[in-house]
């Protein structure tokens, strides 16, 4: 891998999305010892990590009613009967969007979809996580596992929110879009590592991303592949490079059968990295 470049914060729809995100976690901090408390006696998690590696290419499949790039997908769609019809269709995991102003997404949304496949499908809650205080929020919603992007962050906020994680439990799907990011988040003991085709602060997607950084990702950590997945072929192209996992979202969430939306992409064999 080249040398590490010096941090810079994020711009354009990242900066913005993550500067809204500080805001929403200041006010949650506010409600630190409730979320606590409800962390605390929360079931323990359903393991993620471990579930998405499978003999076929595991589909984590996203309830999103909207998105900055895409504007509104699907604004009426219920988040139950989504996860319902993502469940039996064969998703391993429920992707849940819980940032509201542009994506259309609640807590309550998960709260609710974790009630309903609870003990069979592990949830990960989808937002920008900037603060401590918003994985504990994962966790006493219910959630398994969080999204953290390594460009959202500073590496030593990066470094903290890994660790705050690992006390709740909290699992993590830490999102990389190059080398110096994937290096920071292995140096971290990342265990499951999206690779996002999209550029978070141009919205631009560029599909050779997950081809060239599967390749770097040890076999022994859990590779996503995220953006830019609609077809059944674009399954089998990332699971020729080694993947674990896609993440699919927009591609599913706007369609009237999602369940067999889902269903066309499972089944695809999965390909040992070796790295």
Do not use: C
Request: net charge negative; aromatic share 4%; no cysteine.
């Amino acid at each position: 891998m080249q040398a590490s470049r010096a941090w810079t914060a994020p711009t354009g729809t990242l900066g913005r999305l993550v500067g809204e995100a500080r805001q929403r976690a200041a006010a949650l901090r506010r409600r630190d010892d409730e979320l606590a408390r409800q962390a605390a006696s929360a079931p323990p998690p359903t393991a993620f990590g471990e579930r998405l590696r499978q003999p076929t290419v595991s589909v984590i499949a996203e309830i999103k009613r909207r998105s900055p790039s895409k504007g509104w997908i699907n604004p009426l769609v219920s988040a139950v009967e989504q996860a319902r019809a993502y469940d039996r269709a064969g998703a391993t995991v429920i992707s849940v969007l819980t940032e509201a102003a542009h994506f259309g997404g609640s807590p309550d949304d998960l709260a609710a979809v974790y009630a309903a496949v609870s003990g069979r499908l592990p949830v990960l809650k989808k937002d920008f996580h900037v603060d401590p205080a918003q994985l504990l929020e994962a966790r006493a919603l219910g959630a398994s596992a969080a999204l953290l992007i390594v460009r959202a962050l500073a590496p030593d906020a990066f470094a903290t929110m890994m660790d705050f994680a690992r006390t709740l439990p909290v699992e993590l799907l830490v999102e990389v879009r190059d080398e110096d990011e994937l290096r920071l988040a292995l140096d971290n003991g990342a265990a499951v590592i999206g690779v996002n085709n999209r550029d978070l602060e141009t919205l631009v997607i560029d599909r050779s991303t997950s081809e060239r950084m599967l390749a770097l990702i040890p076999s022994g950590v859990v590779a996503v592949a995220e953006s830019g997945i609609a077809t059944r072929d674009d399954v089998e192209r990332v699971a020729a490079f080694g993947v674990d996992a896609v993440l699919v979202g927009s591609a599913i969430s706007g369609v009237a059968d999602p369940e067999s939306a889902v269903r066309a992409l499972t089944g695809v064999q999965r390909v040992d990295r070796g790295a």
